[in-house]
Antibody
């Protein structure tokens, strides 16, 4: 059974860079027909898709965040990561890493990690 | 961006009764090459991660009770819970994955009347 676990600082200062890692267990990050993705959710609000990366390394980003976001794979460690630069309080949210099957929705989610942007 | 609009924002239904949640997309999410609607439904219980219920608008994910069903095509979709159970209290989201950016509806909060 695939499991995903987010890790990273829970508190980031304004203007700094948020960095999160998702460790995948029970599955290979090279799984064909799937992609890896980050989704966030401010408290009491709806889900917002951030970015995705395919095993071959191709990426897509939400245009609203594209100038500040980078998603990457670390295949030997079976991990993928998110970097969000120049953060503000509006970036405070629970960040989820997840695995999606191409054309079929997000099948597996991490438990989520709360990131607060505050000085 | 494809805007996903759910209705209602909140809903209270008696145990054993039917619950219906609607989702409208600002443009069609029907993928012509395979005739599949790229529309999913998720359930999120308090303090938990979302859970996939339905994909392709009407295909139930493995392990999801058959009281959950999805319907619709093009731009108008419905999630139906045929007989509400206490464990169904949650927020429900629709999602389109037809085009980038992937977008979600604002959510519908379902409670027991």
């Amino acid at each position: 059974q695939v499991q995903l676990q987010e890790s990273g600082p829970g508190l980031v200062k304004p203007s700094q860079t948020l960095s999160l890692t998702c460790t995948v267990s029970g599955d290979s990050i090279n799984s064909d027909g799937y992609y890896w993705t980050w989704i966030r959710q401010p408290a009491g609000k709806a889900l917002e898709w951030i970015a995705r990366i395919y095993p071959i390394g191709s990426t897509n980003y939400n245009p609203s965040l594209q100038s500040r976001v980078t998603i990457s794979l670390d295949t030997p460690k079976n991990q993928f990561s998110l970097r969000l630069s120049s953060v503000t309080a509006a970036d405070t949210a629970v960040y989820y890493c997840a695995k999606a099957k191409v054309g079929m929705g997000v099948h597996y989610w991490g438990q989520g990690t709360l990131v607060t942007v505050s000085s | 961006d494809i805007v996903m609009t759910q209705s209602p924002d909140s809903l209270a239904v008696s145990l054993g009764e039917r619950a219906t949640i609607n989702c409208k997309s600002s443009q069609s999410v029907l993928y012509n090459s395979n005739n599949k609607n790229y529309l999913a439904w998720y359930q999120q219980k308090p303090g938990q991660s979302p859970k996939l219920l339905i994909y392709w608008a009407s295909t139930r994910e493995s392990g999801v009770p058959d009281r959950f069903s999805g319907s619709g095509s093009g731009t108008d979709f419905t999630l139906t819970i045929s007989s509400l159970q206490p464990e169904d209290v949650a927020v429900y989201y629709c999602q389109q994955y037809y085009s980038i950016p992937i977008t979600f509806g604002q959510g519908t909060r379902l409670e027991i009347k």
